[in-house]
């Protein structure tokens, strides 16, 4: 879980919209993984609007308000994921007041890593900004996914290449702890 902390009147429907569209771009935030005679099977859901969630805490005192806000944060940060449900991204806007929130992003590391989050939120704010201004999306369509890439790398990992990299590998972890 990333809580991103917002200074200044935050536009909720504008932030929606990005968190929205984020989605939408990528097929790995809108990933269950469904059993199938017994082995995991990727399912690519359709994007469907309405993924931030918001919390109102402007009718507390403030460290009330704050005193809750870390509350819904570390529940944020140990509800578990339903790999076959999902959904496997999570956002939730908290609301001090008019002028201060809290973004919580949550995202199972299956579909996401540490480099990825960078790209998520550069392409979150930059779509923010646009669309806060009224503006259409910023950001050019995507050439390929996540998906796309998995399949030419596994193409690509045969054979000899294969034995190559698996040999670097036990290289390196000879010795290691089981």
């Known amino acids: 879980s990333v809580p991103l902390l917002l200074r200044g009147r935050t536009d909720t429907a504008a932030l929606g919209r990005a968190v929205d569209e984020v989605v939408r771009r990528h097929e790995a935030l809108r990933t269950v ?6 082995e995991p099977v ?10 931030l969630s918001v919390v109102e805490l402007s009718g507390l005192a403030p460290d009330a308000a704050a005193d809750e806000a870390g509350r819904l944060a570390e529940a944020e940060r140990v509800r578990p994921f339903d790999l076959e449900r999902g959904p496997l991204f999570r956002a939730t806007l908290v609301r001090f007041g008019a002028e ?24 979150l704010w930059a779509l923010y900004g646009a ?7 910023p950001l050019p369509e995507l050439a390929f996914q996540y998906g796309d890439y998995a399949a030419w790398q596994r193409a690509w990992l045969r054979g000899e290449t ?17």
């Open 162 to 178: 294969l034995e190559r990299q698996a040999g670097y590998w036990r290289g390196r972890l000879e010795g290691a702890p089981p």
């Open 100 to 123: 201060d929130a809290a973004l919580l992003l949550s995202v199972h590391h299956v579909v996401s890593d540490g480099w990825s989050m960078g790209v998520l939120e550069r392409e």
């Open 33 to 38: 993984f469904a059993a199938v005679d017994g």
């Open 42 to 51: 990727q399912v690519i859901r359709p994007a469907a609007p309405g993924v």
């Open 131 to 137: 669309f806060s201004r009224g503006e259409g999306s």
